[in-house]
C-alpha cells in the first residue's frame, strides 16, 4: 500500500513537473545570502509542502506557486551542491514518508501559503514571467 501512494505521488508529481516545465517561469527568490543550515531547512520545508500539497486534495497550489516552490528547491540543491539522487534521497524520501501519517496532510497544508508568501518576500514570485507556446 505504501509502494502504491509514493508510486501515485511520483506520477502526479511528474505529471505537474511537465506542465511546470513546458509551461511557465517564475521568478525566483535569492537565496546566496542563507546560511547552510539555513537552506538546508528551507529545502526540507520545500519538499514536505511540495509533497503534501501534490497528495492532499485540501491544499492545492497554483501552477505558479508550485514552480515557485519546485524551482527554489532546485536552485537551494544547486547551491548546497546536491546532485539529482542526492536531492531525493536526502529531502523528497523522507518528505514522501510524511504520506504514511494519516496527520500530515493536516500539519503540513497550512503551512504551504506562509512559505510561497516568506519565498515571494524573499523577491520570489508566482505570477509566469514566460509561456511557452
Not at 547552510?36 to 497554483?62: F, M, Q, R, W
Request: hydrophobic share 40%; with cysteine.
Amino acid at each position: 500500500m505504501k509502494t502504491i501512494a509514493v508510486a501515485a505521488g511520483a506520477t502526479l508529481m511528474m505529471a505537474r513537473a511537465v506542465l511546470a516545465d513546458g509551461g511557465i517561469t517564475v521568478q525566483l527568490p535569492d537565496v546566496s545570502g542563507l546560511t547552510d543550515a539555513e537552506a538546508k531547512t528551507l529545502i526540507a520545508e520545500l519538499a514536505n509542502v511540495n509533497v503534501i500539497t501534490s497528495n492532499c486534495p485540501g491544499y492545492p497550489v497554483s501552477d505558479g506557486e508550485w514552480t515557485l516552490i519546485t524551482g527554489t528547491g532546485d536552485r537551494l540543491a544547486a547551491r548546497l551542491g546536491l546532485d539529482a539522487s542526492a536531492y531525493d534521497k536526502t529531502y523528497y524520501g523522507p518528505a514522501f514518508k510524511l504520506l504514511d501519517d494519516p496527520s500530515a496532510c493536516d500539519r503540513i497544508g497550512p503551512k504551504a501559503k506562509p512559505l510561497i508568501q516568506r519565498l515571494i518576500g524573499m523577491g520570489g514570485g508566482t505570477t509566469p514571467l514566460t509561456q511557452s507556446q
